[in-house]
């Protein structure tokens, strides 16, 4: 499966609508906690093979954030053809 650590708009939607099981890091780069967390969700995407992993940023991908109602981070959501 894949592992996507650039979530922007332009892939965001394509990315998570695909086959199988997708989890998604939402993140910020001011965010502390959220740098921190990194290096272990990205161990564990290596780990599973099963489901495709991503991280998508808030400077990079506001309108998915909006979208989804994302108001903090870090977060995490686990989704199945988008839904």
Same mark, same amino acid.
């Given at each position: 499966?894949? &592992?996507?650590?650039?979530?922007?708009? /332009?892939?965001?939607?394509? #990315?998570?609508?695909?086959?199988?099981?997708?989890?998604? @890091?939402?993140?910020? &780069?001011?965010?502390?906690?959220?740098? /921190?967390?990194?290096?272990? #969700?990205?161990?564990?995407?290596?780990?599973?093979?099963? @489901?495709?992993?991503?991280?998508?940023?808030?400077?990079?991908?506001?309108?998915?954030?909006?979208?989804?109602?994302?108001?903090?981070?870090?977060?995490? @959501?686990?989704?199945?053809?988008?839904?």
């Amino acid at each position: 499966m894949e &592992k996507n650590y650039t979530l922007n708009d /332009d892939v965001y939607d394509d #990315f998570v609508a695909q086959k199988g099981t997708t989890v998604v @890091m939402l993140s910020s &780069k001011k965010c502390l906690p959220c740098q /921190d967390m990194k290096p272990a #969700f990205k161990k564990v995407a290596e780990k599973i093979n099963h @489901m495709s992993f991503g991280i998508a940023e808030y400077d990079e991908a506001p309108k998915a954030f909006a979208n989804l109602d994302i108001y903090c981070v870090p977060g995490f @959501m686990c989704m199945k053809m988008g839904l």
